[in-house]
């Protein structure tokens, strides 16, 4: 009999495993904490976060806009958390500690962001999820909404996982 991975609804992500991947995400990845990037949910299907409007990321003076580049290194950075959570979920047979370090060779290939309304807000959520999981690529859909949950950007990208 073959052993097949269960639906990924059906996996629960261990309170460790949840503690390591928010570790490294905004601790260790010292940019995400400059961004101020926090993570509201880890789950193997979609995974959530939020940023604080700062004066340190505005990006246009007289309105009060988010800076591009905080929408784009953001919705980058939720693709590679993405990642994470589908890999954590792909093998789960494994240790805790031997997921974690899976995600020593992540690295981005390509990101497609379109900026659809001006990013005004006192917060922003992001949010992110794998399109397909490869053995060596992986394919992400990223989303970044105002506080009252407007979409105001979207993003695709591609991500090295071997």
């Given at each position: 009999?073959?052993?097949?991975?269960?639906?990924?609804?059906?996996?629960?992500?261990?309170d460790d495993?949840?503690?390591?991947?928010?570790?490294?995400?905004?601790?260790?990845?010292?940019?995400n904490?400059?961004?101020?990037?926090?993570?509201?949910q880890?789950?193997p299907?979609?995974?959530?976060a939020r940023?604080?409007?700062?004066?340190?990321?505005v990006?246009?003076y007289?309105?009060n806009r988010?800076?591009?580049?905080v929408?784009?290194?953001g919705l980058d950075?939720?693709g590679?958390l993405?990642v994470?959570?589908a890999?954590?979920?792909?093998?789960m047979?494994?240790?805790?500690?031997?997921?974690?370090?899976?995600?020593?060779?992540?690295?981005?290939?390509?990101l497609?962001?379109?900026?659809l309304?001006?990013?005004?807000?006192?917060?922003?959520?992001?949010?992110?999820e794998?399109?397909?999981?490869?053995?060596?690529v992986?394919?992400?859909?990223?989303?970044?909404?105002?506080?009252?949950?407007k979409?105001?950007s979207?993003?695709?990208?591609?991500?090295?996982?071997?």
């Open positions: 009999m073959t052993q097949r991975t269960p639906p990924a609804a059906a996996i629960v992500f261990e495993f949840i503690a390591g991947v928010a570790h490294i995400f905004e601790e260790l990845i010292v940019f904490r400059v961004l101020g990037l926090k993570i509201t880890i789950a299907a979609q995974v959530k940023i604080d409007m700062r004066p340190e990321l990006g246009h007289a309105y988010v800076h591009g580049g929408i784009s290194a950075a939720m590679g993405a994470m959570a890999i954590g979920a792909r093998h047979d494994e240790t805790v500690a031997q997921r974690l370090q899976r995600f020593a060779k992540l690295g981005t290939i390509d497609r962001v379109d900026y309304r001006p990013g005004i807000g006192e917060c922003f959520e992001l949010r992110a794998v399109m397909r999981l490869g053995s060596r992986a394919s992400t859909r990223m989303e970044f909404l105002g506080a009252d949950g979409l105001l979207t993003a695709s990208a591609a991500y090295i996982v071997s």
